[in-house]
């Protein structure tokens, strides 16, 4: 079963604002990472948080994680017409070996007018 | 962080086929990883590749559908046995970033079409 649930499922914004999209998860993680998808095409990094931080941001990006509430967001600012894509949150949980294995939450559509 | 290319990028099968999609990464990784992505839909992981060990695969996906070899620490394979159109998806790898950041990245994808 899925771990993660993103809402909204979707989110249609102007350029300039900002979008903010929403991740929970069931069970207990070793860290949380963001990724965009355009178009069905392959899966583009953004940002990974810890178990142990609260905030990050890189550029436009921040995400928080609020691991007593099992929930994480992405605030994108100042959003822009290349950000229309899918994000997805998928929650990494220590595999056997030195890799994480990640669940994918729902993933959420950004589309961004002009 | 880690380049990953898959071959083929995209490919139409008839039912009954089966396809074995490639994954090559531009360092040595210890593991890598595959995921199906229905149209639509999020992503599911379907198994972990060691190198020198057999994969390792999910609930819901079993190595007589889906075998998978790791000859080395910078390819794999992922094989579709016996399609159907239910197989019609987005197949995707994907590696740690070996930094010890636990980052990990995906290739580009192969998208399969069954008829």
């Known amino acids: 079963s899925q771990q993660g649930e993103e809402d909204p499922q979707a989110l249609s914004i102007q350029e300039g604002e900002n979008a903010t999209m929403n991740c929970s998860y069931k069970t207990s993680i070793n860290n949380l990472q963001w990724y965009r998808q355009n178009s069905g095409r392959g899966l583009v990094h953004l940002i990974l948080i810890r178990s142990n931080e609260r905030e990050k941001h890189s550029g436009r990006l921040r995400v928080t994680l609020d691991t007593s509430k099992k929930s994480s967001s992405l605030l994108i600012t100042a959003s822009r017409a290349a950000d229309t894509a899918s994000y997805f949150c998928a929650t990494g949980l220590l595999n056997t070996g030195t890799a994480s294995k990640l669940t994918f939450g729902t993933g959420t559509r950004l589309q961004v007018t002009l | 962080s880690a380049v990953i290319s898959q071959k083929p990028s995209r490919d139409i099968c008839q039912r009954g086929t089966s396809l074995t999609i490639q994954c090559q990464v531009d360092s040595q990784v210890t593991m890598m990883f595959w995921y199906r992505q229905q149209p639509g839909q999020s992503l599911t992981l379907i198994a972990t590749?060691?190198?020198?060990?057999?994969?390792?695969?999910e609930s819901g996906f079993v190595i007589d559908k889906f075998p998978i070899s790791r000859p080395n620490l910078t390819f794999s394979t992922l094989t579709v046995s016996n399609m159907s159109p239910e197989d019609s998806s987005i197949y995707l790898c994907?590696?740690?970033?070996?930094?010890?950041?636990?980052?990990?990245?995906f290739g580009p994808g192969t998208r399969l079409t069954v008829l």
């Open positions: 590749a060691n190198q020198g060990s057999e994969a390792t695969y």
């Open positions: 994907s590696v740690e970033s070996g930094e010890g950041t636990d980052t990990q990245y």
